[in-house]
């Protein structure tokens, strides 16, 4: 069975204060990993796609890297403005439809 | 360019009610899907559907039904509501099956 962690539930970071989130996989054939960014009382966001291990997606003070077990979403240099749920999720071979999410990390960035 | 529309935002049914959620994309995708999210358990994917015409059942499907008759809407029947289904319901769209989904606004429904 797919399965998709994320660690921590929930970090709390000073403005500027440089962290990762983890997310580990289980899957019969990875096809892609998604990362998704959601505010509360919205719909996720999409951020990076990931497909290969080694791959690497950048975007503003966001990085995502990918290997054969786990993706790290690093962030640099936080802003408050960062605080949010990041999500994960993998797309298996087998099931074309059938994204996999875990049940993300709530961000916090302290001013 | 709307991407994603749910309807209603909101909701409040009782116990027994039926109503069916709203869907709409504007992106020509083929692929639709329906997920609830609910605290603690991530986001699970409900029905799913790969063009007009075409459905299938995802992870939690009993109590919920879907239909496909156009490329561009993809509705939820609730058909005897729950308390059980009280959560936020979102909709999402994909050009394929392996590309990233954009998401609706999501719809919360409360099952009183």
């Known amino acids: 069975e797919d399965q998709v962690t994320q660690s921590p539930e929930a970090l709390r970071l000073q403005e500027g204060e440089s962290s990762s989130l983890n997310c580990s996989y289980t899957?019969?054939?990875?096809?892609?990993l998604f990362w998704y960014r959601q505010d509360p009382g919205k719909g996720p966001e999409f951020l990076f796609t990931?497909?290969?291990a080694g791959e690497e997606k950048e975007k503003e003070r966001l990085k995502a890297t990918l290997t054969k077990k786990e993706s790290f979403l690093h962030i640099t240099a936080p802003k408050p403005e960062d605080s949010a749920t990041y999500l994960c999720?993998?797309?298996?071979?087998?099931?074309?439809?059938?994204?996999?999410f875990g049940q993300g990390t709530r961000l916090t960035i302290n001013p | 360019n709307a991407g994603v529309t749910q309807t209603p935002k909101f909701q409040v049914l009782k116990t027994g009610q039926s109503m069916t959620l709203q869907c709409a994309q504007d992106?020509?995708?083929?692929?639709m899907s329906w997920y609830r999210q609910d605290p603690g358990m991530g986001l699970r994917l409900i029905h799913y559907?790969?063009?007009?015409?075409?459905?299938d059942q995802g992870e939690v499907p009993n109590g919920y039904n879907v239909s496909r008759s156009t490329t561009e809407d993809f509705p939820l029947r609730l058909l005897s509501a729950a308390p059980s289904q009280t959560s936020v319901y979102f909709c999402?769209?994909?050009?394929?099956?392996?590309?990233?989904?954009?998401f609706g606004q999501g719809t919360r429904l409360t099952v009183v």
């Open positions: 992106m020509n995708h083929e692929y």
């Open positions: 999720a993998v797309q298996a071979s087998g099931g074309a439809q059938k994204l996999v």
């Open positions: 990931l497909y290969s």
């Open positions: 559907s790969v063009g007009a015409g075409i459905t």
């Open positions: 899957v019969s054939g990875l096809r892609g």
């Open positions: 999402a769209s994909r050009y394929s099956g392996y590309t990233e989904a954009f």
